[in-house]
């Protein structure tokens, strides 16, 4: 079993795809509720053998604003942030 590092989400600028774990590291969701967003097409997904991979963009498409949100909380700013939260 590999190691993987900590999670932040600058990894959606890094990576073109992610795991479903590393999505619900990332967003606090369930395993299912993740499964149902796939299903209903809100996010999109890849099939790579049986492992299901999350494109980037569609997170960042529909999860964004909720992860720049988090992650300004935690002191680690995704995107288009300011220094003290102001544009």
Do not use: C, W
């Not at 499964?35 to 963009?57: A, F, P, Q, S």
């Amino acid at each position: 079993m590999q190691h993987e590092p900590p999670l932040s989400p600058s990894i959606l600028l890094e990576r073109l795809t992610i795991t479903v774990k590393q999505f619900i590291a990332l967003t606090g969701y369930s395993k299912t509720t993740t499964h149902d967003l796939l299903n209903k097409g809100k996010l999109d997904g890849i099939r790579v053998n049986r492992r299901t991979m999350i494109t980037t963009e569609s997170v960042i498409r529909g999860f964004a604003p909720h992860l720049a949100a988090e992650s300004s909380l935690r002191g680690n700013p995704i995107g288009n942030h300011t220094e003290g939260g102001q544009a």
